[in-house]
T-cell receptor, first 109, second 112 residues
Framework: GQNIDQPTEMTATEGAIVQINCTYQ??????LFWYQQHAGEAPTFLSY??LDGLEEKGRFSSFLSRSKGYSYLLLKELQMKDSASYLC??????????WGAGTKLIIKP | ETGVTQTPRHLVMGMTNKKSLKCEQH?????MYWYKQSAKKPLELMFV???????ENNSVPSRFSPECPNSSHLFLHLHTLQPEDSALYLC???????????FGPGTRLTVT
């Protein structure tokens, strides 16, 4: 079966760095997405990786290892507004997105 | 402003009611999606439309009926729902099926 695993909840301190991990098992693979979802709001696109390596976009970076079925989202210089759920989703061979349950990130002052 | 709008934002309905959810995208995309989001569970893909043609129906009960009259509008018709259908229903659109999806704010549905 197809599956995405990510931690349910993480806590970090304002100004610090946090890494949210995601592992996936899919039938084929056409890329890995990260989305941010604030409570009561729509998910918004953060990043897309299809090749191995690190993609940096401001304070957020996303890493992919296809051989390990593994990705992480790295958030630097954490701000209170980064408190949200972070959703990992893998695109399978049929171009269907397989979603994780999301990681709720709590930022403390 | 995400470019994808949904109405209503909140809906309470009894199990014998009939209602419809509406989604509109202003991004010129050619694919539209309905998702169900329940607490602490992954997003569940319900239906996919590409160029107005339904390409996915993930074993969704017949009490949910989608309609896509054109590439900008998507409806979800609801009838004789069950309490376990209470959830956040999200609409999304994308340009092709391999690109990032843009989500609407969702409709919070409560079935009593």
């Amino acid at each position: 079966g197809q599956n995405i695993d990510q931690p349910t909840e993480m806590t970090a301190t304002e100004g610090a760095i946090v890494q949210i991990n995601c592992t996936y098992q899919t039938s084929g693979f056409n890329g890995l997405f990260w989305y941010q979802q604030h409570a009561g709001e729509a998910p918004t696109f953060l990043s897309y990786n299809v090749l191995d390596g690190l993609e940096e976009k401001g304070r957020f970076s996303s890493f992919l290892s296809r051989s390990k079925g593994y990705s992480y989202l790295l958030l630097k210089e954490l701000q209170m507004k980064d408190s949200a759920s972070y959703l990992c989703a893998a695109l399978d061979s049929n171009y269907q997105l397989i979603w994780g349950a999301g990681t709720k990130l709590i930022i403390k002052p | 402003e995400t470019g994808v709008t949904q109405t209503p934002r909140h809906l309470v309905m009894g199990m014998t009611n009939k209602k419809s959810l509406k989604c509109e995208q202003h991004l010129g995309h050619n694919a539209m999606y309905w998702y169900k989001q329940s607490a602490k569970k992954p997003l569940e893909l319900m239906f996919v439309y590409n160029f107005k043609e339904q390409t996915e129906n993930n074993s969704v009960p017949s009490r949910f009926s989608p309609e896509c009259p054109n590439s900008s509008h998507l409806f979800l018709h609801l009838h004789t729902l069950q309490p376990e259908d209470s959830a956040l229903y999200l609409c999304a659109s994308s340009q092709g099926d391999s690109r990032e999806q843009y989500f609407g704010p969702g409709t919070r549905l409560t079935v009593t």
